[in-house]
């Protein structure tokens, strides 16, 4: 009886004999009371029930009856099938006896009998949700171009798998039709017939598959597929293709790299027309036209993928048949698009033509669809073809002409001293430097050798060092475009400083006699490179001034001023001034220089023209180092030894009465200037102090010249100079008031006015100095313990206390395993409270360009940020914008034992406004 009745009911009634039987022997027989619930919409699909006496009602939301079900009918079996929950509410309206059939029997049964799930499949118009894991391990897994992918991609393709069914002789595609879809045979037979006379023809059995080049590449299917016998098979239509691959590109990604496929009829006829535009192949035979593009392979490559990497092996030569294919250089952030090429373009023939690695790197900018010529088969070509030999040996040789042009301006122009010459001068210039390499720690040129030699800096890093006694002094590290080694033919002498290479280093070297040849053929070369000496003198001092200074004792940071003038001491008796000679004698000195200017003329006339200029170059720089740098020189030599004796901060004094002044350590070192009378200042120092407050500023080291002279002394002084104090300091100001000068009235005097900055200072006693805001607590930061070994770093805000700005509080890496197929960089912004900012730019930057993306507003387990990721570790930063904002740099897709390939990974990244 109970086998009669699942016979009739709706889905079983499609299954076979043996298949019903299976399925009543899982059936158990269950009695329920009238007004007893069955279940509840929203639960959880646990079984579906075939009901054998009574009835059921169906309620929809509020109660309201949708259906009576009598004996013979199923309920809730869409539900189960579907694996979703319970979408209506089933009441018992009279005493029943049910057979129930749980979840559990019904997976056991679709395992062990797969045609079981497959008919109702059939049945139910739709893919058994209960049939994943059966398509997953036997069906999808097998597949060669979905090998490698997880589970849950394959899960979520298996989701979007439609059955189908086909009698023998029907026509699943047709050659020439559009994209339907991919399809995987699940029992039966297929013929694949190619739609050209004489083409090929092959067979396919359970779990193959066919059409998926169609919906990768979007092109018409190059053969037809007709059914041999009765078929079942498994469809994934094309539009939902398109969907999966961007919810998960690891399966269009997975696809292009294992597919190729030769060209369809159509697309040879266009390969021909396209192959006679390019030099290459120009002027070929049209039979040899044809050979090339029947070897021509379609591949597929999806937007933000790598083509080829600089550096790679030059196996094949490309044209673009439709998408966006970008032509780099560089890696990172660093990265330079030097060509973008488009549909009937070509690229990557010169390491075909010559065997040479690839010079520049190949991305796509969008989905792509390129035909690919590969080395093996284009060998085979020139051996049967003689007429491509010629045409490769003109190819190649009117290519390397233009690459020696291209270098000379993409090299040479990146080196400052060179940046400013013509294309002509560059060539000139090529022609006299040759190329040298040097290892990491090996030394360039060592200090105290003859120097013949000036370096172009191409590539690497390099550290100057000079020796002073027995410590080696780091003067500077130059990158690539500098240059080093030019004083020694400047002067003539020794080299000043040895250079080491910090890396793998790539130079370009110029001997004396070129270099004096060049700088008379162009002049302004001198003048360029004495202005990179000027710059390079200019960061010196920079970095001499920037040291920091050593933690001083707190007793030295308030000096305290004399209250009393101490006894002055006597200054020694001025002596006479000699008489001035007479005339005649002044004329006899007037002769004696004039000769010896005519002499100096006379010699200078004689050099030879690279003589005069290098004369005039030293010249130059003498004069600029007299009148500037030796001075700046001197002043931050001064500052930065001061700075270590005085805990801090020094005083250069040119007056009787030193000044006392207090920065903060935060503020740049500050200059002040003020021109003001000795004796006026003198009169301002109060009777407050003790006398003990002298001993302790000598005891410092600042020095009161005229401190014991006499009253007249000072005020003769003040009569005949304007002195000047100049203070550099960046001592922290104390914690506790300090004493300034009263009021005391100054007696007028012919000096020059002191500066604003002076004039305006507070002269009240007892005025308390200015509190420096104290830094805030700030939030931790929760940063990925793995970013360091990424090379992804935090640039920290430069804000001063009391400032707002974005402060990074989290930062989470995904690698490939964890991001699940996403290649992303998430975003949060946050307020002081810690919520949620909704519509924040956030500033994405990278090597060719940025973008500002705002946060939505989203639920809160989702970001409120991300941006898709499609170049390698090294490629992006972010930061907030509106404030001082945390930097996160070096991010892109790699993995940390493979950051150079697209892995793809997730970054996850938190900023909070915060007040420092």
Same mark, same amino acid.
């Given at each position: 009886? #109970?086998?009669?009745?699942v016979?009739?009911?709706?889905?079983?009634?499609?299954?076979?004999?043996?298949?019903?039987?299976?399925?009543s022997?899982?059936?158990?027989?269950?009695?329920r009371?009238?007004?007893?619930?069955?279940f509840?919409?929203?639960?959880?699909?646990?079984?579906?029930?075939?009901?054998?006496?009574?009835?059921?009602?169906?309620?929809?939301?509020?109660g309201?009856?949708?259906?009576?079900?009598?004996?013979?009918?199923?309920?809730?079996?869409?539900?189960?099938?579907?694996?979703?929950p319970?979408?209506?509410?089933?009441?018992m309206?009279?005493?029943?006896?049910?057979?129930?059939l749980?979840?559990?029997?019904?997976?056991?049964?679709?395992?062990?009998?797969?045609?079981?799930?497959?008919?109702?499949?059939?049945?139910l118009?739709?893919?058994?949700?209960?049939?994943?894991?059966?398509?997953?391990?036997?069906?999808?897994?097998?597949?060669?171009?979905?090998?490698?992918?997880?589970d849950?991609?394959?899960?979520?393709?298996?989701?979007?798998?439609?059955?189908?069914?086909?009698?023998?002789?029907?026509?699943v595609?047709?050659?020439g039709?559009?994209?339907?879809?991919?399809?995987?045979?699940?029992?039966?037979?297929?013929?694949?017939?190619?739609?050209?006379?004489?083409?090929?023809?092959?067979?396919?059995?359970?779990?193959?598959?066919?059409?998926?080049?169609?919906?990768?590449?979007? #092109?018409? *299917?190059?053969?037809?597929?007709?059914?041999?016998?009765?078929?079942?098979?498994?469809?994934?239509?094309?539009?939902?293709?398109?969907?999966?691959?961007d919810?998960?590109?690891?399966?269009?990604?997975?696809?292009?790299r294992?597919?190729?496929?030769?060209?369809?009829?159509?697309?040879?006829?266009?390969?021909?027309?396209r192959?006679?535009?390019?030099p290459?192949?120009?002027?070929?035979?049209?039979?040899?036209?044809?050979?090339?593009?029947?070897?021509?392979?379609?591949q597929?490559?999806?937007?933000g993928?790598?083509?080829?990497?600089?550096?790679?092996?030059?196996d094949?030569?490309?044209?673009?048949?439709?998408?966006?294919?970008?032509?780099?250089?560089?890696?990172?952030?660093?990265?330079?698009?030097?060509?973008?090429?488009?549909?009937?373009?070509?690229f990557?023939?010169?390491?075909?033509?010559?065997?040479?690695p690839?010079?520049s790197?190949?991305?796509?900018?969008a989905?792509?669809?390129?035909?690919v010529?590969?080395r093996?088969?284009?060998?085979?070509?020139v051996?049967?073809?003689? !007429?491509?030999s010629?045409?490769?040996?003109?190819?190649?040789?009117?290519?390397?002409?233009?690459?020696?042009?291209?270098?000379?301006e993409?090299h040479?122009?990146?080196?400052?001293?060179?940046?400013?010459?013509?294309a002509?001068?560059?060539?000139?210039v090529?022609?006299?430097l040759?190329?040298?390499?040097y290892?990491?720690?090996e030394?360039?040129?060592?200090?105290?050798?003859p120097?013949?030699?000036?370096?172009f800096?191409?590539?690497?890093?390099?550290?100057?060092?000079?020796?002073?006694?027995?410590?080696?002094i780091?003067?500077?590290?130059?990158?690539?475009?500098?240059?080093?080694?030019?004083?020694?033919?400047?002067t003539?002498?020794?080299?000043?400083?040895?250079v080491?290479?910090?890396?793998?280093?790539?130079?370009?070297?110029?001997?004396?006699s070129?270099?004096?040849?060049?700088?008379?053929?162009?002049?302004?070369?001198a003048?360029?490179?004495?202005?990179?000496?000027?710059?390079?003198?200019?960061?010196t001092?920079?970095?001499?001034?920037?040291?920091?200074?050593?933690?001083?004792p707190?007793?030295?940071?308030?000096?305290?001023?004399?209250?009393?003038?101490?006894?002055?001491?006597?200054r020694?008796?001025a002596?006479?001034r000699?008489?001035?000679?007479?005339?005649?004698?002044? #004329?006899?000195?007037?002769?004696e220089?004039?000769?010896?200017?005519?002499?100096?003329?006379?010699?200078?006339?004689?050099?030879?023209?690279?003589a #005069?200029?290098r004369?005039?170059?030293?010249?130059?720089?003498?004069?600029?180092?007299?009148?500037?740098?030796?001075?700046?020189?001197?002043?931050?030599?001064?500052?930065?030894?001061?700075?270590?004796?005085?805990?801090?901060?020094?005083?250069?004094?040119?007056?009787?009465?030193?000044?006392?002044?207090?920065?903060?350590?935060?503020?740049?070192?500050?200059?002040?200037?003020?021109?003001?009378?000795?004796a006026?200042?003198?009169e301002?120092?109060?009777?407050?102090?003790?006398?003990?407050?002298?001993?302790?500023?000598?005891?410092?080291?600042?020095?009161?010249?005229?401190?014991?002279?006499?009253p007249?002394?000072?005020q003769?002084a003040?009569a005949?100079?304007?002195?000047?104090?100049?203070v550099?300091t960046?001592?922290?100001?104390?914690p506790?008031?300090?004493p300034v000068?009263?009021?005391?009235?100054?007696?007028?005097?012919?000096?020059?006015?002191?500066?604003?900055?002076?004039?305006?200072?507070?002269?009240?006693?007892?005025?308390?100095?200015? !509190?420096?805001?104290?830094?805030?607590?700030?939030?931790?930061?929760?940063?990925?313990?793995?970013?360091? !070994?990424?090379n992804?770093?935090?640039?920290?805000?430069?804000?001063q206390?009391?400032?707002?700005?974005?402060?990074?509080?989290?930062?989470?890496?995904?690698?490939?395993?964890?991001s699940?197929?996403r290649?992303?960089?998430?975003?949060?912004?946050?307020?002081?409270?810690?919520?949620?900012?909704v519509?924040?730019?956030?500033?994405i930057?990278?090597?060719?360009?940025s973008?500002?993306l705002?946060?939505?507003?989203?639920?809160? *387990?989702?970001?409120?940020?991300?941006?898709?990721?499609?170049?390698?570790?090294?490629?992006?930063a972010?930061?907030?914008?509106?404030?001082?904002?945390?930097?996160?740099?070096?991010?892109?897709l790699?993995?940390?034992?493979q950051?150079?390939?697209?892995i *793809?990974?997730?970054?996850?990244?938190?900023?909070?406004?915060t007040?420092?």
């Amino acid at each position: 009886m #109970k086998l009669r009745y699942v016979g009739n009911a709706p889905f079983f009634s499609a299954l076979s004999e043996q298949e019903q039987e299976r399925v009543s022997e899982r059936m158990h027989l269950e009695h329920r009371r009238s007004g007893e619930t069955l279940f509840r919409k929203g639960d959880t699909s646990s079984a579906l029930y075939l009901i054998k006496s009574g009835w059921v009602r169906l309620l929809a939301n509020g109660g309201l009856a949708l259906a009576n079900q009598g004996p013979g009918s199923l309920v809730g079996e869409s539900d189960l099938f579907l694996d979703s929950p319970r979408s209506l509410t089933a009441v018992m309206a009279s005493d029943a006896e049910l057979w129930a059939l749980s979840r559990e029997d019904l997976v056991e049964l679709i395992t062990e009998s797969p045609a079981t799930g497959l008919a109702l499949s059939l049945a139910l118009g739709s893919r058994l949700a209960l049939f994943d894991r059966y398509l997953l391990e036997n069906r999808l897994k097998p597949l060669p171009f979905l090998s490698g992918l997880e589970d849950d991609s394959l899960l979520a393709l298996a989701a979007r798998l439609v059955p189908q069914e086909k009698k023998e002789g029907e026509f699943v595609v047709e050659g020439g039709q559009e994209p339907q879809g991919l399809y995987v045979l699940e029992s039966g037979q297929i013929h694949l017939l190619s739609s050209e006379e004489g083409g090929d023809f092959s067979e396919l059995g359970p779990g193959e598959s066919f059409g998926e080049m169609a919906v990768l590449t979007g #092109k018409p *299917h190059a053969r037809s597929a007709q059914a041999a016998t009765d078929v079942v098979l498994w469809c994934l239509p094309a539009d939902e293709f398109e969907a999966l691959g961007d919810e998960r590109p690891e399966i269009r990604l997975a696809l292009s790299r294992s597919l190729r496929e030769p060209l369809r009829s159509e697309d040879q006829d266009l390969a021909v027309g396209r192959l006679t535009a390019m030099p290459l192949f120009a002027g070929l035979p049209e039979e040899a036209l044809w050979a090339v593009s029947s070897r021509l392979l379609l591949q597929h490559v999806p937007a933000g993928q790598y083509v080829f990497s600089q550096g790679a092996a030059g196996d094949a030569l490309y044209l673009v048949d439709s998408g966006k294919v970008e032509i780099v250089t560089g890696t990172g952030l660093a990265q330079t698009v030097l060509a973008r090429l488009g549909p009937d373009e070509f690229f990557g023939e010169m390491a075909l033509l010559t065997g040479k690695p690839r010079s520049s790197s190949a991305r796509t900018a969008a989905h792509s669809n390129l035909w690919v010529l590969y080395r093996s088969d284009f060998d085979d070509l020139v051996n049967r073809y003689p !007429a491509i030999s010629l045409a490769l040996s003109k190819a190649l040789s009117e290519r390397l002409s233009t690459m020696d042009r291209r270098f000379t301006e993409s090299h040479l122009r990146g080196l400052k001293l060179l940046a400013g010459l013509s294309a002509s001068q560059l060539e000139d210039v090529s022609g006299r430097l040759k190329a040298a390499r040097y290892r990491q720690g090996e030394a360039i040129v060592r200090e105290g050798e003859p120097g013949e030699e000036m370096y172009f800096l191409e590539s690497g890093r390099v550290q100057v060092v000079r020796n002073h006694g027995a410590e080696a002094i780091v003067l500077d590290e130059l990158g690539a475009g500098d240059l080093f080694g030019e004083m020694a033919l400047l002067t003539g002498n020794p080299r000043s400083a040895t250079v080491t290479a910090l890396s793998e280093v790539n130079v370009w070297v110029l001997g004396r006699s070129d270099f004096d040849d060049l700088v008379t053929a162009y002049p302004h070369l001198a003048l360029a490179l004495s202005r990179l000496l000027s710059e390079r003198l200019r960061a010196t001092d920079a970095r001499f001034l920037q040291r920091p200074a050593p933690a001083a004792p707190q007793a030295a940071e308030t000096i305290a001023v004399p209250a009393t003038r101490p006894a002055a001491r006597p200054r020694p008796a001025a002596r006479p001034r000699p008489e001035r000679k007479a005339r005649a004698e002044g #004329k006899g000195i007037a002769a004696e220089v004039s000769e010896a200017f005519n002499g100096i003329v006379t010699w200078f006339g004689e050099l030879s023209p690279a003589a #005069k200029v290098r004369l005039l170059v030293v010249t130059m720089l003498l004069a600029w180092l007299a009148c500037i740098a030796a001075p700046a020189l001197v002043l931050s030599t001064l500052a930065a030894d001061n700075v270590t004796n005085l805990q801090g901060a020094i005083a250069f004094v040119q007056t009787a009465t030193p000044v006392v002044e207090v920065v903060s350590p935060e503020a740049e070192p500050v200059l002040l200037e003020a021109p003001m009378e000795a004796a006026a200042l003198s009169e301002a120092v109060t009777a407050e102090e003790p006398p003990a407050a002298a001993a302790e500023m000598r005891a410092a080291g600042i020095v009161l010249e005229n401190a014991d002279e006499p009253p007249a002394q000072q005020q003769e002084a003040a009569a005949t100079a304007t002195p000047w104090i100049v203070v550099v300091t960046n001592t922290p100001p104390p914690p506790t008031e300090t004493p300034v000068p009263t009021d005391t009235p100054l007696p007028p005097t012919a000096a020059p006015t002191r500066s604003a900055a002076v004039a305006a200072a507070p002269r009240a006693a007892n005025t308390p100095t200015p !509190a420096v805001a104290a830094d805030r607590p700030q939030p931790a930061r929760d940063l990925d313990p793995r970013l360091g !070994a990424l090379n992804v770093q935090v640039q920290p805000a430069g804000v001063q206390p009391g400032q707002s700005y974005w402060r990074l509080v989290a930062a989470r890496w995904e690698d490939e395993g964890q991001s699940g197929g996403r290649h992303s960089i998430f975003v949060n912004v946050l307020d002081e409270n810690g919520n949620r900012v909704v519509g924040q730019p956030v500033e994405i930057r990278w090597g060719s360009g940025s973008v500002s993306l705002p946060t939505e507003d989203k639920p809160l *387990h989702e970001p409120a940020m991300n941006f898709p990721m499609y170049n390698t570790l090294g490629s992006y930063a972010v930061s907030v914008a509106g404030l001082p904002s945390d930097s996160v740099v070096g991010m892109g897709l790699g993995s940390i034992q493979q950051p150079a390939f697209t892995i *793809h990974t997730c970054f996850y990244l938190t900023f909070q406004r915060t007040t420092r």
